[in-house]
């Protein structure tokens, strides 16, 4: 390519790049995410101040939170999930368009909590597909911050070879929980519901003691 003493390209001269596919796609995908939040619990607040003036999430290309999940690709599930709540999830999830990755921010969204009950969901990835676990209760904006980066540099690492396995879902499962019913008790374990209490316990009835020890003074 021709240039001129200034060094720029002369009229009429062709100019190109080259580089490989793969970046120029990723690059545009990691840098033009639009998050969906689903915010629950006090895990949303913190996410709500990741897009504040201290935090500026907009700088990541990311100041457009949708709440549409057809105009999204980055779910950002933000607190507690109830089993009520987890076909709505899901739902959600396979409304958005591909390529979509999910971030789950907060220690009950990723495993539960404090919340071992019968009717919390102990871990979103029971539902949807989760790449990035964001640790805390709640965690601060900027871990949320780094998980998006840990998202932008996934993607990174992408290629588009790799398309079909990376972007494969079950048509049949869309709008229901992924864990089956025995999964679903192995992780509720002796809190799964009133009768599996007692029966661990050993009572046979809220009112009724086997043992004398069952029950504190």
């Keep these: 390519m021709g240039v001129n003493q200034s060094g720029l390209p ?3 001269s062709p100019a190109f790049v080259t580089t490989r596919l793969d970046f120029v796609v990723n690059w545009a995908r990691r840098n033009s995410l639009w998050p969906m939040p689903f ?4 895990c949303a607040i913190e996410m709500m101040a990741s897009a504040a003036s201290n935090f500026d999430l907009a700088r ?3 100041e457009r939170m ?7 690709d980055v ?6 999930v109830p089993y009520k709540l987890a076909p709505v999830l899901r739902r959600i999830w396979d409304q958005m368009m591909q390529p979509k990755w999910c971030i789950s921010m907060g220690a009950c969204a990723s495993s539960g909590g404090v ?3 019968y009717s919390m969901v102990q871990g979103i990835d029971t539902i949807v597909p989760v790449d990035v676990y964001i640790p805390g209760c709640p965690p601060r904006p900027e871990g949320l911050i780094y998980g998006l980066m840990m998202v932008q540099e996934k993607i990174r690492r ?3 070879a790799n398309h079909a396995e990376l972007r494969a879902e079950d048509p049949l499962a869309a709008g229901r929980p992924r864990a089956g019913d025995q999964e679903v008790a192995d992780l509720t374990g002796p809190f799964g519901n009133s009768t599996d209490q007692n029966r661990v316990s050993g009572l046979v009835a809220t009112d009724a003691v086997r043992r004398s020890e069952d029950r504190l003074p």
């Design 10 to 12: 002369l009229l009429g």
């Design 39 to 42: 915010g629950t619990a006090c």
């Design 60 to 62: 990541f290309g990311m």
């Design 66 to 72: 949708s709440f549409s999940p057809r105009q999204a």
């Design 75 to 80: 779910l950002i599930c933000a607190g507690r």
């Design 115 to 117: 919340f071992d009950v």
């Design 158 to 160: 992408e290629s588009l």
